[in-house]
């Protein structure tokens, strides 16, 4: 199963914990959305996020643009419809830190 941890400050995404991939569709779908939104957020700003892949994924939002926080607002909103339609293959837990 798929393990998101979402950290959130002022109603913005702060931090995103992936762990736990597997090798099913899900998780292709997963690695997809997260890649090509680093991707996409890196080509824009390459100071906006930073990223570690050694123990899953986690990234971290520097920088609280309005492009930044679109694309990081519509990867987590499509994190949570595969959520919606694949519970067991993936598990979000949202946190606030305000």
């Known amino acids: 199963m798929i393990k998101v ?8 995404y ?6 736990d991939y597997g090798k099913d ?7 997809s959305m ?14 906006s996020i930073i990223y570690n892949d050694d123990k899953g994924l986690d990234i971290t939002i520097l920088k609280d643009d309005e492009v930044t926080n679109k694309i990081i607002t519509v990867m987590v909103s499509n994190l949570y419809e595969l959520e919606k339609v694949y519970p ?11």
Not at 14 to 19: E, G, L, N, Q, V
Not at 88 to 98: D, G
């Open 5 to 12: 941890k979402l950290t959130k400050n002022n109603n913005y």
């Open 14 to 19: 702060k931090r995103i914990i992936i762990t």
């Open 25 to 31: 569709i899900v998780c292709a779908s997963v690695s």
């Open 34 to 47: 997260v890649i090509t939104s680093i991707n996409s957020c890196l080509a824009i700003d390459n100071q």
């Open 88 to 98: 067991k293959n993936i598990q979000i837990k949202e946190e606030n830190n305000e």
